[in-house]
C-alpha cells in the first residue's frame, strides 16, 4: 500500500498515519518528525533548517526529497508506505513521481475547517510545546498550506488519485471513513 496523507496542518495527518502504518504494516514516513530529529539531535540537517521550520515556511523541494529518498532507501518500505507531510507542493510531488516505481495507490485528503484547524493547533501548542506551534507561526503554516500545498489537490484529482474525507469527527470515525474510501 502506497499512500500520501494529504491536509492542512492539524487535520489529524499523522494520528491517522499512525493507524493506517498498524491496519497495513507498512512504515509512517514523517517528513516533519524527521527534521524535528534532526533539529533535536542537533545534526548538519538540523541546523540547516531549524530556522525555517520555526518560521513556518517550508523547507526547500531539493532537501526534502534527499530526506525522503534516504527514507525510503531504508529497506523497510518494499511492502508500500505512508506519506505523512510530503509531497508539500506540486514540485514535490512531480520528485515523488519521478522516484516511484509504481503508481500511489491513493492520496487521502483530510478535510477540517479553518477554526477548528485553529482550536486544534493552538491546543497542540499549549500540550506539546512544539516550537512552531505558536500562534504566528500556525497563522503562517496555515497560509504557506493554502499558498503553496493546497494546488496539489487539483494535480492528484487529475490523477484520479485523490480521496476526500471528512475529517471532523473523532479519530475513529475518521480512520473508518479513510478505509471505507480505500474500499471503493
Ligand atoms: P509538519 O510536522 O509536517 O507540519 O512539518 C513541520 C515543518 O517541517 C514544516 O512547517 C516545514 O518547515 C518542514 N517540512 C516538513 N515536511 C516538509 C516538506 N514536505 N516540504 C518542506 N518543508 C517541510
Known amino acids: 500500500m502506497r499512500l500520501v496523507m494529504f491536509g492542512p496542518p492539524g487535520a489529524g495527518k499523522g494520528t491517522q498515519a499512525a493507524r493506517l502504518s498498524e491496519h497495513f ?29 520555526e518560521s513556518g515556511a517550508l523547507v526547500s ?5 534527499d530526506v525522503v529518498i534516504a ?4 529497506g523497510d518500505c518494499d511492502r508500500g508506505f505512508l506519506l505523512d507531510g510530503f509531497p508539500r507542493t506540486v514540485g514535490q510531488a512531480e520528485a ?18 479553518e477554526e477548528e484547524l485553529l482550536a486544534r493547533l493552538r491546543g497542540r501548542a499549549s500540550e506539546q510545546g512544539r516550537s512552531d506551534d ?36 473523532t479519530p475513529d470515525e475518521v480512520f473508518a471513513l479513510i478505509l471505507a474510501s480505500l474500499k471503493s
Open 25 to 53: 504494516r507498512v512504515p509512517a514516513l514523517s517528513t516533519g518528525d524527521i527534521l524535528r530529529a534532526a533539529v533535536a539531535e542537533g545534526s548538519a540537517l538540523g541546523k540547516q533548517v531549524k530556522s525555517v521550520m
Open 61 to 65: 523541494d531539493e532537501l526534502i526529497t
Open 71 to 74: 527514507r525510503m532507501n531504508a
Open 96 to 113: 515523488l513521481e519521478g522516484l516511484l516505481s509504481a503508481a500511489l495507490d491513493g492520496v487521502v485528503s483530510i478535510e477540517v475547517g
Open 134 to 169: 505558536n500562534e504566528e507561526t500556525i497563522r503562517s503554516r496555515l497560509s504557506v498550506y493554502k499558498e503553496q500545498t493546497a494546488p496539489l489537490l487539483p494535480f492528484y484529482e487529475s490523477r484520479g488519485l485523490l480521496r476526500s474525507i471528512d475529517g471532523t469527527g
